[in-house]
């Protein structure tokens, strides 16, 4: 279903790829990966590397994307029930 893909592009694309989780407040760091405020911090204590590819990164160079409660909770429902929903 086309509505579908779309919610799953969009919760991806908004997901932390460290731990998964969609917030409020993520960071998309020069090498493309998305974290969020939480897994990023730990990334900076870790001399800011990118905990994926372990690229350094520098936080000015950081992209901060911030989500509108309202779309941040359409993903999050959309994660949580993706396990439910009907097979395609």
Known sequence: METDEFAQDRAQRYACCLCGVIR???VMLPC???L???????????GGVCPLDREPFNDEY???I???PKILSTLDAYAG????????
Request: charged share 30%; glycine share 4%; net charge positive.
């Open 24 to 26: 409020e407040r993520t």
């Open 32 to 34: 493309r990966h998305v």
């Open 36 to 46: 969020c405020e939480i897994c990023k911090s730990g990334s900076v204590q870790d």
């Open 62 to 64: 950081c992209s901060k």
């Open 66 to 68: 911030m989500l509108h």
């Open 81 to 88: 029930n993706r396990h439910r929903a009907a097979p395609s």
